[in-house]
């Protein structure tokens, strides 16, 4: 094999090297600096297009260096104690890496990390409570810049804001923020081994019993159920579905469940990738109740073509309204109602596939332990001809 090579253009030296991919294949590579001084590599086929391809940046480099005569005479002394110094470039990387990181403002840094999530494709719903979180950081806390942010001024200010809410729900705004300080810290506006808002203290969850409907209950939201968000309320409590499968946020990029993924003949609705939360495909079996109440009203296109429920739209919307009739809407409550009553009947493992989740998380997280007798009512409830 061929040895290194060293591309010079006046003060600028490359070195171009083989390097063997991890599937054994052999390239040429050499390494450089950004101008914000982080380390590249440049991968070529062969060495000829590498050694083409380093002179080329060799130039470009070389370039962008200036004349020392044209600079200011306090400029210049600033120079000459620096090369006095003999630096290396990793030495003026360190230097550019201390630099941004004594100066990253916060609002930039949670503008610029809210953007990167926006384009890796998470969905609108988390980008929002994500914004909503960290813009609530910027605006309250009095630290500008994220490197002064210390763990007494975050704890105070998350105890404030979060110190009476529910466990879980203290866990989930911790959990944003050590991602966001995480981010940082690779992109090396940081370098602390452990964030600071990893050391705030985890509190303990005590597990609640999921909300879980009585087939009472279920027969009533059957019956008051408006016909526009039938299919939402069908799909959910009896469909193993999510709210947001079957009535995606507007800004989302998910494709609603829709008619066409009814296969009555073949007594399966096949949940697409496009619209599982997921991301991936999933059966579930046409039970009595989702013939009987959606089978003659079946179209074309979206099941649902009004406004997503809201959980927490005020007393005009669907969840409120039928929420009256059970004594109050309960999160999930049809989700959970489905995984329950129907590992009763299939057990939970089955289950689990039908609904696009583990066993473990239906067992923990959605599982109330029902009465086989209730299962049968609860997929007993048929419309009446």
């Known amino acids: 094999m061929s040895e290194s090579r060293v591309i010079k253009v006046k003060g600028i030296s490359l070195t171009v090297y083989p390097w063997t991919h991890r599937s054994g294949k052999t390239h040429w590579r050499f390494a450089w600096y950004s101008p914000d001084g982080k380390r590249r590599y440049t991968t070529k086929a062969n060495q000829k297009q590498a050694l083409i391809s380093a002179r080329d940046k060799a130039r470009e480099i070389n370039n962008q260096s200036y004349k020392l005569s044209e600079l200011p005479q306090d400029t210049l002394r600033l120079v000459r104690d620096f090369l006095e110094l003999s630096p290396t470039q990793d030495d003026l990387s360190l230097l550019r890496k201390w630099k941004s990181q004594k100066t990253s403002i916060l609002q930039?840094?949670?503008?610029?990390?809210?953007e990167a999530k926006r384009s890796a494709g998470i969905s609108e719903i988390y980008l929002m409570r994500l914004?909503?979180?960290l813009r609530k950081l910027v605006e309250e806390l009095p630290e500008k810049t994220l490197q002064r942010v210390?763990?007494?001024?975050?704890?105070?200010?998350?105890?404030?804001?979060?110190?009476?809410?529910?466990?879980?729900?203290?866990?989930?705004?911790?959990?944003?923020?050590?991602?966001?300080?995480?981010?940082?810290?690779?992109?090396?506006?940081?370098?602390?081994?452990?964030?600071?808002?990893?050391?705030l203290p985890t509190a303990k969850v005590k597990r609640k019993p999921p909300p879980t409907l009585p087939p009472e209950q279920g027969a009533d939201l059957l019956k008051h159920c408006p016909p526009e968000y039938l299919p939402w309320l069908i799909m959910c409590g009896w469909g193993a579905c999510r709210t947001e499968e079957v009535c995606p946020h507007p800004k989302s990029t998910k494709l609603p469940l829709a008619w066409e993924d009814f296969h009555w003949q073949k007594g399966v609705v096949i949940v697409r990738p496009e619209t599982s939360k997921m991301g991936e495909k999933r059966i579930v079996p046409l039970n009595p109740v989702i013939e009987s109440w959606l089978k003659d009203h079946a179209g074309r296109g979206p099941i649902v073509t009004v406004p997503p429920p809201s959980y927490s739209g005020g007393e005009r919307s669907i969840t409120s309204q039928l929420g009256k009739l059970i004594g109050g809407?309960?999160?999930?409550?049809?989700?959970?109602?489905?995984?329950?009553?129907?590992?009763?009947?299939?057990?939970?493992?089955?289950?689990?596939?039908?609904?696009?989740?583990?066993?473990?998380?239906?067992?923990r997280s959605y599982n109330d332990a029902v009465l086989e007798l209730d299962a049968k009512k609860w997929f007993s409830l048929l419309r009446n001809p």
């Open 108 to 114: 930039e840094v949670v503008e610029e990390y809210l």
């Open 131 to 133: 914004s909503q979180t």
């Open 150 to 199: 210390n763990l007494s001024t975050l704890e105070e200010w998350f105890l404030e804001n979060y110190g009476e809410k529910a466990a879980k729900t203290r866990n989930n705004i911790r959990g944003t923020l050590v991602s966001f300080w995480k981010w940082a810290r690779m992109r090396d506006l940081i370098s602390d081994a452990i964030t600071v808002p990893e050391r």
């Open 329 to 363: 809407w309960k999160r999930n409550a049809l989700r959970n109602s489905y995984i329950s009553y129907r590992g009763a009947q299939i057990g939970l493992a089955k289950t689990a596939m039908e609904a696009g989740n583990s066993e473990s998380e239906c067992r």
